[in-house]
């Protein structure tokens, strides 16, 4: 990411992603104590019980690097104006199909995030490493405190 060593990118990802994954936790307990939105969280960590971890695991981590090559890559690339915040819409947009409140609302936080980050970087391998780390923290941290 613009010009920047790849272990100074990889660093500045991992710790964003950590930190977004931290506010993302505090804020499970929270909606733990709302029915309807522990419901939501839950009916998507839920999706994962049937599946081998491995594959999960593999499976998040390349959506992650899939949604930014699409959304903060070729989407980000294409707008002359306003980029962070129409990429971020388009993301919640299409989020928005699965009719799940959290899912949009982390679409939002997440979309937001990460078109700042395509923003100062100038690359996608920043925003990359963000949203990876981010979704493996939340697959692996919101059914120990959602359930």
Known sequence: GGGRPLRSVLAAGVCAGALLAAVFVVGAFVVRAVPALADAVRAVTGQADHTPFVAVVAITALTGVAEELFFRGAVYARLARRP????????AA??????NPMMIFAAL??????GLQRRSSGGIVL???THVVWSLTMLLALPAVVG
């Open 84 to 91: 962070v915040l129409v990429s971020t819409l388009a993301y």
């Open 94 to 99: 299409v989020t928005a199909g699965s009719l």
């Open 109 to 114: 936080v997440l979309g937001t995030v990460t």
């Open 127 to 129: 925003p990359a490493i």
